[in-house]
């Protein structure tokens, strides 16, 4: 039986991530794909309870590791409970959702285990037993196919809003297995002392379904309200380009491109946007795109699966009430 | 003080990237190299904090080919005090966890308080090594940071950590890694004194030899993970701009958005 798949399943106020399930589900496959067992490792301060959800998605065991002193994620804390699963566990894959925590966890745990990180991976197979890692490089111009021949685990996060969530089967269960901390306080070198919640951020732009965004052409910031009112109608979160935020519009946290955040959503809505080679390197690989433009050679056409040449001012107000009458059809 | 500001030469993000056919390289003859962005808030943020406490040393340390010297000069320019550039053919084809070990043995000789670097180079955007190298040189780290206060008696640093959602403050203990994030600072340019004081100001050089590494160690060797090949991104299949006055096409495209493209 070859050495197992373990997903480190990262959960926020004791509730899994979506990309957590997107890792235990392609977790599973991957495992499945070895002929071996899927395991996840769930760490945290009051999670004794949630381990036993991964069963459904596929995961053989999970070992949690629950202390007060791991409430929110810090390197020394996490790496040391991770580290020790994966000492007991011996995987030869490690996966992990590409969000704040897992790029730092991730690849702290590389040079602590001496291995190798393929980051921010948009596809994963096996080859000859084997992970083979399809990531983007150069903002998403260039994708790499990677593998990790030599060292074990072979870690790989996965871009959050890309892998599919397997369609929990209750009848699955997994076996729950505490480890404990063991945390001495001079371990634990970094400390966070606060928390600061962005404001008007509810729903995080890398884990939103659907994105409304505007450019340059919006013209101030009280001009964004017209796209707010869209984005209520749809359940969606509002972005920014970096033209935008640089006016001092929105602010840095929702600046979708390469110096801002990769986004992945089901539908992005870019209003006033021109499209420039960043702009798109952090929105591209959107399932669908809408573009609305004055100016019908802009570059987001040539992306946009629908296009309207037209004044924003004009257009979003009829998509919020087309759009409200639709959903108020249901 | 003494701050060490790690920085990387990478392709404009304006470039244009093609890849060798028939390897898993990149063309690299008709592109332009700059000072890694990310980097450049860390250099940045290294002297303002050198001229708020009105002391302390910036070493700026850098891997790669020849040419990486101009990004190096670039750094010194802007008010860096010393250079140091990894430079070996050895050291080629280094992944992330080969570049931290080169620094770590680079910066075993270095006396430094504080280590900057930018939180990923937008060439290989892993985002790795700035925490890798804390890992192997044994210091914590605080990763993806807008904001750094440093301690009187520069024991200890408080930094705003950018994650989802929100802002959290972190303290940690000195020496550590720090890697930055936009919103740090707004990076200076250098002055043409800047630039001509630079071209006097010691550029150390080391190779993988001088560092203490063995070959197995060194460059595509000494990586954990190998690049098999690269390609294009899948193109997305051709949109279409919906005809029409635009309110009729507003009102289309909800309806495609529901039947056709079935994501509302």
Redesign the interface.
């Known amino acids: 039986m070859a050495n197992g798949v373990l997903v480190f399943a990262e959960q926020r106020e004791g509730k899994f991530r979506k990309v957590a399930l997107e890792a235990v589900s392609e977790g599973k496959r991957l495992a499945d794909k070895i002929g071996a067992e899927l395991s996840a490792a769930v760490i945290g301060s009051g999670v004794e309870n949630i381990g036993g959800l991964l069963g459904a998605y596929g995961a053989a065991k999970v070992y949690v590791v629950d202390d007060a002193a791991l409430d929110?994620?810090?390197?020394?804390g996490y790496a040391k409970a991770l580290t020790r699963i994966v000492k007991d566990t011996e995987p030869t894959i490690l996966l992990m959702g590409c969000?704040?925590?897992g790029?730092?966890l991730?690849?702290?745990m590389?040079?602590?285990l001496?291995?190798?990180?393929?980051?921010?991976c948009t596809a994963l197979d096996i080859k000859d037993g084997k992970l083979?890692a399809t990531r983007?490089?150069?903002?998403?111009?260039?994708?790499?196919?990677?593998?990790?021949?030599?060292?074990m685990p072979q870690i790989a996060t996965i871009r959050p809003n890309v892998f599919s969530v397997e369609e929990p089967d209750k009848t699955k269960s997994a076996e729950v297995i505490k480890v404990a901390a063991e945390m001495s306080p001079d371990e634990l070198?970094?400390?966070?002392?606060?928390?600061?919640?962005?404001a008007g951020?509810?729903?995080?732009l890398?884990?939103a379904q659907?994105i409304v965004s505007g450019g340059r052409g919006m013209g101030g910031a009280e001009q964004f309200k017209v796209l707010e009112e869209l984005a209520a109608v749809?359940g969606a979160a509002v972005g920014a380009s970096r033209s935008a935020v640089d006016a001092g519009w929105r602010d840095?946290?929702f600046q979708v491109g390469?110096?801002?955040k990769t986004v992945s959503p089901?539908?992005y809505i870019a209003c006033g946007i021109s499209g420039a080679?960043?702009h798109l390197a952090g929105m591209?690989t959107s399932?669908?795109?809408?573009a609305v433009n004055k100016d019908?050679e802009a570059p987001i056409?040539?992306?946009?699966?629908?296009?309207?040449?037209?004044?924003l001012f004009?257009?979003?107000p009829?998509?919020s009430e087309?759009?409200k009458k639709?959903?108020a059809e249901q | 003080m003494n701050i060490v500001v790690l920085v990387k030469q990478v392709p404009d993000t304006e470039a244009k990237i093609e890849i060798k056919p028939g390897t898993a390289d990149i063309v690299t003859e008709t592109i332009t190299y700059v000072v890694n962005p990310y980097d450049e808030y860390a250099v940045e943020e290294a002297l303002r904090i050198k001229e708020k406490r009105g002391e302390g040393e910036v070493t700026v340390v850098g891997m790669g080919p020849d040419k990486a010297t101009e990004a190096l000069r670039t750094c010194l320019a802007m008010g860096g005090d010393k250079a140091v550039h990894l430079k070996d053919d050895a050291l080629e084809g280094s992944d992330a966890y080969a570049t931290a070990l080169a620094l770590s043995k680079a910066l075993e000789g270095l006396p430094y308080d504080l280590i900057l670097c930018g939180k990923q180079a937008v060439d290989d955007d892993n985002a790795a090594v700035g925490i890798e190298l804390a890992e192997l040189l044994g210091v914590p780290h605080v990763a993806v940071v807008t904001k750094i206060e440093i301690s009187d008696d520069k024991t200890s640093a408080v930094c705003h950590r950018e994650v989802e959602g929100a802002s959290e403050v972190v303290e940690t203990p000195l020496p550590a890694v720090i890697t930055a994030q936009k919103g740090l600072n707004e990076p200076r340019y250098a002055s043409l004194k800047g630039i001509m004081t630079a071209k006097r100001k010691p550029i150390d050089t080391k190779d993988a030899a001088g560092l203490g590494l063995s070959p197995e160690q060194a460059g595509q060797q000494g990586s954990k993970i190998k690049v098999v090949s690269l390609s294009s991104p899948p193109a997305r299949a051709e949109g279409k701009i919906v005809p029409g006055e635009p309110a009729d096409a507003a009102r289309e495209v909800i309806k495609l958005l529901r039947e056709e493209a079935k994501v509302i």
């Open positions: 929110n994620y810090a390197p020394d969000t704040s925590t790029r730092d991730g690849a702290k590389a040079a602590r001496a291995t190798g990180l393929a980051a921010d083979v983007p490089m150069y903002a998403g111009k260039v994708m790499a196919e990677v593998t990790c021949p030599d060292s070198r970094t400390r966070v002392r606060e928390v600061i919640k962005a951020g509810a729903v995080d890398t884990e659907i749809l840095h946290q390469q110096t801002g089901v539908l080679i960043q591209k399932k669908v795109i809408v019908p056409f040539k992306v946009a699966d629908y296009g309207i040449v037209g004044d004009e257009v979003v009829i998509l087309e759009a639709l959903l």
